[in-house]
């Protein structure tokens, strides 16, 4: 378990990505809220020690992906009522609405695409952290582009 200082930091560091990769799994800022607390509860509670910050951040993204994952196949979230939730205020929408299409992919492709695009993984380092093969990785991230292009309205290279 990291020391309260360390915590903080990592938590200083990390936060805003944590924030983004839940976001784009749970659409609402509630339950991204929710997801980021987890992410960071299980932090507290491994005994995790790691290499550098990307080692770090790689960890947070990978766990938080996992929590949101876990959370969306629960039984009661299938059970839930949309009616109960329309007055619930919408997060404003991006301008570009490359977010919005990014966050509308299958969850394979859009993690694919944030650990590339966004953090900068290359794809033997997403590989490695999905523990698939690269080529996996590579397909993944072509047939996103072609999913993407299709919901912007592009034409797909």
Request: aromatic content about 10%.
């Amino acid at each position: 378990m990291p020391s309260k200082s360390g915590f903080t930091a990592i938590y200083n560091r990390q936060a805003d990505t944590v924030y983004r990769v839940c976001y784009s799994f749970m659409k609402n800022p509630s339950d991204t809220e929710d997801m980021v607390q987890e992410t960071f509860l299980r932090l507290l509670s491994a005994k995790k020690q790691f290499e550098n910050e990307r080692h770090e951040r790689a960890w947070l993204i990978i766990t938080a992906s996992n929590l949101c994952k876990d959370n969306l196949k629960r039984f009661w979230r299938r059970e839930e009522n949309i009616d109960d939730f329309l007055d619930v205020a919408q997060e404003p929408k991006q301008e570009d609405g490359v977010l919005e299409a990014i966050t509308q992919l299958p969850d394979e492709y859009k993690d694919a695409v944030y650990l590339y695009y966004y953090e900068g993984y290359t794809t033997a380092e997403i590989a490695d952290l999905k523990r698939c093969p690269e080529a996996t990785i590579r397909s993944r991230l072509m047939r996103a582009r072609k999913r993407l292009a299709a919901l912007l309205g592009g034409v797909a290279k």
